[in-house]
């Protein structure tokens, strides 16, 4: 018999039961941590042209690249395909980590290590909930007449269908979909953040696209996780959507990310990561690919805080820039921040999305189009009316290059920005220099004695035909940020 350390508070009998039954059923190898190493198959990555949404169910689905319409029929019958498999396991959770915000969820999976995942990621249920739903994860079905990968929703039948991808982070991103289209109807705004509490007691935001740092900022050791990757603004505060992390794992070491390595104990999930003969994780190892994950209930992080927390007073937009145009931190206005809001100017990294190999310059809407089904000007206008009524300041962060940009610079330090972070979170970085930006007229913190910053945009950087062009660049998007465009 297997037994249990360390297991967090909520899911625990559901963690123990998947955990053992998917080691008894030989679905994955125990790591000397406890964790569970397993393999998601051939996608290694969320598959960002596949989502379906079934038409004519709700009012004001933007149909465009990541979300297909879909007539009922085909959708029912995708699902009837799917009934000849057999579900190994089944367990109903919370989505939303407040009591009436929240929506029920019964998870049907083929491999006990998906629903590892789901009791993981989502949470125990204990609220009233606004809707109960069903999620289906077959990953080795394959649709007559659908594609390969297929990941539908059906408002009218509470249903989601994932088939073709073993990936787990379908599962999250699925419902997150799902909270996007339901919460706003009752203006709550749904964010594509983390979010801190910070030791004034108030919450921090932290949005960014994929790779920009939301989870690894959020796991830091002073200030309070509340979530890593998915939440909502309501009118009594902040809160997760989520019961649990899913972080990047590659290269990660002890030393340079403490609270997410040692999060990586039983029942963690390793997803993807390679093992060597010993059964020890070689996070280094990008053979499989270098989006390798891990899944883990957020109490794996030392001191995480589960309540519904105090609106935000600061929100910091995380950008990875490539062309090292923006400084290491701007104070944004209102009018700024709506215009990057709306922009979501950042790069895609790291291989998250299926088919996104190499590093390039995207313009994402709140940072995750992806997963924001509604027209824009709903999350728009309830993100512009949210921080006018909580006064949040909006702070913008380079966590990608400085100067000299991807070609000719180097990233800037994460010890670096965990330590402008902190000073967001204490309140100190108000009362020192700014200058203004000489192309995108940002307001940001030069290096100064008692703030010192390496690099800050060097005088030599400015001048210099790269500079510009990459704020050209920046400026046209800006100006656009009314409709998507890639800019790759
Ligand atoms: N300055 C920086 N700020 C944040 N992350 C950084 C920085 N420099 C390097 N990184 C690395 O970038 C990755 C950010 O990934 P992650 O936190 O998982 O992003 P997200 O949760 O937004 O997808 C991590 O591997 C982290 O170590
Ligand atoms: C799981 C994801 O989240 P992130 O990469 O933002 O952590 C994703 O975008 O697929
Ligand atoms: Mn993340």
């Known amino acids: 018999m297997i037994t249990l350390k360390g297991v967090g508070r909520k899911n625990t009998d559901m963690n123990n039961s998947a955990y053992v039954k998917s080691l008894r059923d030989r679905e994955g190898l125990p790591t000397p941590s406890g964790a569970l190493a397993v393999r998601s198959g051939k996608h290694m990555a969320r598959f960002a042209a596949g989502k379906f949404i079934v038409e004519n169910e709700v009012d004001g689905i933007a149909y465009n690249q990541y979300h297909h319409p879909l007539p009922l029929c085909m959708f029912q019958q995708f699902w009837l395909e799917t009934n000849p498999f057999p579900i190994k396991s089944k367990n109903t959770y919370q989505v939303g980590n407040h009591p009436t915000n929240n929506i029920f969820v019964s998870v049907e999976t083929q491999t006990h290590w998906h629903q590892l995942f789901?009791?993981?990621?989502?949470?125990?249920?204990?609220?009233?909930?606004?809707?109960?739903?069903?999620?289906?994860?077959?990953?080795?079905?394959?649709?007559?007449?659908?594609?390969?990968?297929?990941?539908?929703?059906?408002?009218?039948?509470?249903?989601?269908?994932?088939?073709?991808?073993?990936?787990?982070?379908?599962?999250?991103?699925?419902?997150?979909?799902?909270?996007?289209?339901?919460?706003?109807?009752?203006?709550?705004?749904?964010?594509?953040?983390?979010?801190?509490?910070?030791?004034?007691?108030?919450?921090?935001?932290?949005?960014?696209?994929?790779g920009t740092g939301k989870t690894t900022l959020?796991?830091?050791?002073?200030?309070?996780?509340?979530?890593?990757?998915?939440?909502?603004?309501?009118?009594?505060?902040?809160?997760?959507?989520?019961?649990?992390?899913?972080?990047?794992?590659?290269?990660?070491?002890?030393?340079?990310?403490?609270?997410?390595?040692?999060?990586?104990?039983?029942?963690?999930?390793?997803?993807?990561?390679?093992?060597?003969?010993?059964?020890?994780?070689?996070?280094?190892?990008?053979?499989?690919?270098?989006?390798?994950?891990?899944?883990?209930?957020?109490?794996?992080?030392?001191?995480?805080?589960?309540?519904?927390?105090?609106?935000?007073?600061?929100?910091?937009?995380?950008?990875?820039?490539?062309?090292?145009?923006?400084?290491?931190?701007?104070?944004?206005?209102?009018?700024?921040?709506?215009?990057y809001y709306e922009t979501g100017y950042t790069a895609k990294v790291g291989a998250t999305e299926a088919g996104s190999k190499n590093i390039s310059p995207v313009s994402s809407p709140f940072f995750g189009l992806p997963f924001f089904p509604l027209n824009k000007a709903t999350y728009s206008d309830l993100f512009a009316k949210k921080i006018q009524q909580h006064q949040s300041r909006?702070?913008?962060?380079?966590?990608?290059?400085?100067?000299?940009?991807?070609?000719?610079?180097?990233?800037?330090?994460?010890?670096?920005?965990?330590?402008?972070?902190?000073?967001?979170?204490?309140?100190?970085?108000?009362?020192?220099?700014?200058?203004?930006?000489?192309?995108?007229?940002?307001?940001?913190?030069?290096?100064?004695?008692?703030?010192?910053?390496?690099?800050?945009?060097?005088?030599?950087?400015?001048?210099?035909?790269?500079?510009?062009q990459g704020c050209m660049i920046l400026n046209k998007l800006l100006r656009s940020c009314k409709q998507t465009v890639d800019i790759d």
Request: glycine share 6%.
């Open 394 to 468: 909006v702070w913008l962060i380079n966590t990608g290059w400085s100067d000299g940009g991807i070609n000719a610079g180097r990233r800037h330090a994460l010890s670096q920005t965990r330590r402008i972070i902190q000073g967001i979170a204490e309140q100190k970085l108000h009362n020192l220099a700014y200058k203004r930006h000489p192309e995108l007229q940002l307001q940001y913190l030069c290096s100064q004695p008692s703030f010192p910053l390496n690099p800050e945009l060097s005088p030599a950087w400015t001048r210099t035909a790269s500079f510009k």
């Open 218 to 339: 959020s796991a830091c050791q002073s200030l309070r996780i509340i979530g890593d990757d998915e939440h909502a603004w309501s009118h009594d505060g902040i809160f997760n959507l989520e019961g649990g992390c899913y972080a990047k794992t590659i290269n990660i070491t002890p030393e340079s990310e403490p609270n997410i390595y040692h999060a990586l104990r039983q029942p963690a999930i390793l997803e993807n990561t390679i093992l060597n003969s010993q059964n020890l994780p070689d996070f280094t190892d990008d053979r499989l690919t270098e989006n390798t994950r891990a899944a883990y209930p957020l109490d794996h992080i030392p001191n995480a805080y589960h309540q519904v927390a105090p609106h935000p007073a600061d929100i910091v937009f995380l950008c990875y820039d490539l062309y090292g145009v923006i400084p290491a931190v701007s104070r944004l206005d209102a009018l700024e921040a709506l215009a």
């Open 118 to 210: 789901a009791s993981h990621l989502f949470l125990e249920p204990s609220g009233t909930p606004l809707e109960r739903w069903t999620l289906r994860c077959i990953p080795d079905a394959k649709l007559s007449q659908g594609p390969e990968v297929f990941i539908g929703i059906c408002f009218s039948e509470k249903k989601v269908l994932i088939t073709g991808t073993g990936y787990a982070g379908e599962i999250k991103k699925a419902m997150f979909t799902i909270m996007n289209v339901l919460l706003p109807q009752s203006d709550i705004l749904t964010l594509h953040s983390s979010a801190v509490l910070t030791p004034s007691n108030t919450s921090m935001l932290l949005l960014g696209l994929s």
